[in-house]
T-cell receptor, first 115, second 115 residues
Framework: DADVTQTPRNRITKTGKRIMLECSQTKGHDRMYWYRQDPGLGLRLIYYSFDVKDINKGEISDGYSVSRQAQAKFSLSLESAIPNQTALYFC??????????????FGPGTRLLVL | GNSVTQMEGPVTLSEEAFLTINCTYTATGYPSLFWYVQYPGEGLQLLLKATKADDKGSNKGFEATYRKETTSFHLEKGSVQVSDSAVYFCALTLNSGAGSYQLTFGKGTKLSVIP
């Protein structure tokens, strides 16, 4: 079984709808992240969480919110989806080793299309 | 701010050809450097990393050397295979001073290897 799972894997929604993307991990890591990937732009950080009580905005948090329900679960919500939020969304985890060389482990991604 | 610049793709090579993907960085401090790989339909996974100047990261026949004097971390492989077809991301982490170790990614380079 995959260590980092994301649901759904694909989603089509309409402008103005609220949607939630979910991420679960079995790696026992404290740190979790949400990124979006756009063609030619690489990955950009939306939100990150270092533990259940710690939520931080990333580079592009506007239009998004998150919830860290448990150590293993980190959800991303689009309160009112708009077409320019069409992208590939990745969840990632890392341990809290505090070392610069910590590795992030990525889920398989959720492909979102907003019409 | 911190940034990573990597060569534009796509790159198309014949099997057994030599691969170089250039990566340079700008960082306000001393970063750790990474190469992540994204195979079709999958999330990113760590390929190799280096944490200090002159370190060489290596994995699966790929190598990259941390060159502080040229702020570079070029990815090389002596003989590519069809199975190496993927998107390659150069990235860095830097202690932002708030205990965070956020990954800054390049835009990615798509490699296609043809038989």
């Amino acid at each position: 079984d995959a260590d980092v799972t994301q649901t759904p894997r694909n989603r089509i929604t309409k402008t103005g709808k609220r949607i939630m993307l979910e991420c679960s991990q079995t790696k026992g890591h404290d740190r979790m992240y949400w990124y979006r990937q756009d063609p030619g732009l690489g990955l950009r950080l939306i939100y990150y969480s270092f533990d259940v009580k710690d939520i931080n905005k990333g580079e592009i948090s506007d239009g998004y919110s998150v919830s860290r329900q448990a150590q293993a679960k980190f959800s991303l919500s689009l309160e009112s989806a708009i077409p320019n939020q069409t992208a590939l969304y990745f969840c990632a985890t890392s341990d809290a080793s505090g070392q610069l060389q910590e590795t992030q482990y990525f889920g398989p991604g959720t492909r979102l299309l907003v019409l | 701010g911190n940034s990573v610049t990597q060569m534009e793709g796509p790159v198309t090579l014949s099997e057994e050809a030599f691969l170089t993907i250039n990566c340079t960085y700008t960082a306000t401090g001393y970063p750790s450097l990474f190469w992540y790989v994204q195979y079709p339909g999958e999330g990113l996974q760590l390929l190799l990393k280096a944490t200090k100047a002159d370190d060489k990261g290596s994995n699966k026949g790929f190598e990259a050397t941390y060159r502080k004097e040229t702020t570079s971390f070029h990815l090389e492989k002596g003989s590519v295979q069809v199975s190496d077809s993927a998107v390659y991301f150069c990235a860095l982490t830097l202690n932002s001073g708030a205990g965070s170790y956020q990954l800054t990614f390049g835009k990615g380079t798509k490699l296609s290897v043809i038989p």
